[in-house]
């Protein structure tokens, strides 16, 4: 059976190796939490400043808790 090798090109793969999956790892972990901050925290208070009900904003952050 004829084998070929198969040359890599571009950015490493998450198989190279340990420390390259922590940091992405982290990396997704930082995005997320911004993500849940932002519908959590900076959206609710934006909200209130301008004039939104308790039962808006609570709305908000319970479809943003949800998933």
Do not use: N
């Not at 004829?2 to 930082?30: A, H, K, M, N, W």
């Not at 993500?35 to 208070?45: D, K, L, N, S």
């Amino acid at each position: 059976m004829l084998t070929r090798t198969i040359e890599r090109r571009g950015l490493p793969t998450l198989s190279d190796g340990r420390p390259l999956r922590l940091v992405y790892f982290f990396l997704f972990y930082g995005a997320q939490g911004v993500a849940v901050g932002f519908f959590t925290f900076a959206i609710p208070t934006w909200l209130a400043a301008h004039g939104a009900s308790v039962a808006q904003v609570g709305a908000v952050v319970g479809a943003a808790m949800f998933p």
